[in-house]
């Protein structure tokens, strides 16, 4: 038999990831020789080793806090990734490392089966890694006005002082992008006027474990719509593998 296709995840702290337990049973289900793992980096600086030592390498996701400094160690990104500014998978290409960008298709895709989706024309975006440049991508491409709140804020972002005296009712959708209330410290969540919301509005929390974080309840017991990271999580996933399947 021959040797097992390997794939995984680049990361830090990966405990928590749902990706090595939907791969595995994908490929348990389409009876595939193949493999998942998790590797865990101190540094990016380590990926060039990672990448000697397992040879049979044919695809990558990454995740927090690689995104964006990953970009460095590529050969080639895609327009998406490029203009994102973030990568969460790699393709390995004839011998090159290719970025992608499968979170922004991922995100819009899960927003558009929501039935809300035609009422969103405003949203606030909380966080500004990797994963909420995908957002704003998304976003901009079905023409939805958004804020970036920001603890630094750059240019055209605001503060999260800011934000405290600003009404949060007007916003129709408001994602939630930083890792605060993962799985251990389910009970953190951002500090916001939630009292300002209003029934009709969509909370966003890209975090999948918990599945319902203290965010996500604050909107709840206000009448919001919620939503979790697990739909996009799962689109981005498959669009993953259709990557990896086509350098085949």
């Known amino acids: 038999m021959n040797d097992p296709?390997?794939?995984?995840?680049l990361g830090k702290s990966l405990g928590h990831s749902f990706s090595k337990e939907y791969f595995d049973q994908k490929f348990r289900e389409l009876n595939l020789n193949a493999n998942y793992a998790n590797y865990e980096l101190d540094s990016i600086g380590e990926l060039g080793k990672l990448l000697q030592n397992k040879p049979e390498l044919k695809g990558l996701n990454v995740t927090i806090p690689f995104k964006e400094v990953i970009i460095s160690m590529l050969d080639d990104m895609t327009r998406e990734a490029r203009e994102i500014g973030a990568v969460n998978v790699i393709e390995f290409r004839r011998g090159k490392l290719i970025g992608h960008n499968t979170d922004a298709p991922g995100f819009i895709k899960s927003l558009n089966n929501h039935p809300l989706k035609s009422k969103i024309n405003t949203a606030l975006i909380l966080g500004?890694?990797?994963?909420?440049?995908?957002?704003?991508?998304?976003?901009r491409s079905i023409n939805v006005n958004y804020t970036v709140v920001s603890r630094k804020p750059a240019e055209n972002e605001i503060s999260y002082a800011h934000l405290?005296?600003?009404?949060?009712s007007k916003f129709d959708l408001i994602v939630h992008c930083t890792p605060i209330g993962?799985?251990?410290?389910?009970?953190?969540?951002?500090?916001?006027?939630?009292?300002d919301l209003r029934k009709e509005q969509l909370l966003y929390d890209l975090i999948y474990?918990?599945?319902e974080t203290?965010?996500?309840k604050e909107g709840k017991v206000r009448g919001c719509h919620t939503m979790n990271g697990e739909e996009m999580l799962i689109n981005q996933a498959e669009l993953s593998w259709a990557i990896w399947q086509r350098s085949e």
Do not use: W
């Open 5 to 9: 296709s390997q794939y995984g995840l």
């Open 128 to 139: 500004t890694g990797g994963a909420s440049k995908a957002i704003c991508y998304g976003l």
């Open 164 to 168: 405290r005296s600003m009404d949060i």
């Open 182 to 195: 993962t799985f251990p410290r389910v009970d953190d969540k951002i500090d916001l006027s939630y009292s």
């Open 209 to 211: 474990n918990p599945r």
């Open 214 to 216: 203290a965010f996500l």
